[in-house]
Nanobody
Framework: QEQLAASGGASVQAGGSLRLSCASSGYRTILWFRQGTGNKREGVAAIDTNYPSTFYADSVKGRFTISRDNSESTMYLQMERLKPEDTGLYFC???????????????????WGQGTQVTVSL
């Protein structure tokens, strides 16, 4: 898998689940962000792989989980109880530094790859 290329997007009904993945070895801070209508970008989940510590936007807290596999080369975003407002193009972004205070901010990241589309319908 190409580094930071997101995959796993699909069309699902509200209440369903999806798991997104991206290859991201060597980076310290990883962010999943989405781009919705009007091209607005929203950081939804981030991880500082040194601890690891996880961070979530209020809009997804309790429904989304960011994690990595044991080889520490693949990052996942497990999405549960999906809602129509979760629809968007999802990206995986990464930085080599800790990004204290800006982990959920997409502009803080200089590395990201191809997105994957998630569509949630009623």
């Amino acid at each position: 898998q190409e580094q930071l290329a997101a995959s796993g997007g699909a069309s699902v009904q509200a209440g369903g689940s999806l798991r997104l993945s991206c290859a991201s070895s060597g980076y310290r801070t990883i962010l999943w962000f989405r781009q919705g209508t009007g091209n607005k970008r929203e950081g939804v989940a981030a991880i500082d792989t040194n601890y690891p510590s996880t961070f979530y936007a209020d809009s997804v807290k309790g429904r989304f989980t960011i994690s990595r596999d044991n080889s520490e080369s693949t990052m996942y975003l497990q999405m549960e109880r999906l809602k129509p407002e979760d629809t968007g193009l999802y990206f995986c972004a990464a930085q080599f530094d800790p990004l204290l205070g800006t982990r959920l901010m997409p502009p803080a990241y200089k590395h990201w790859g191809q997105g994957t589309q998630v569509t949630v319908s009623l």
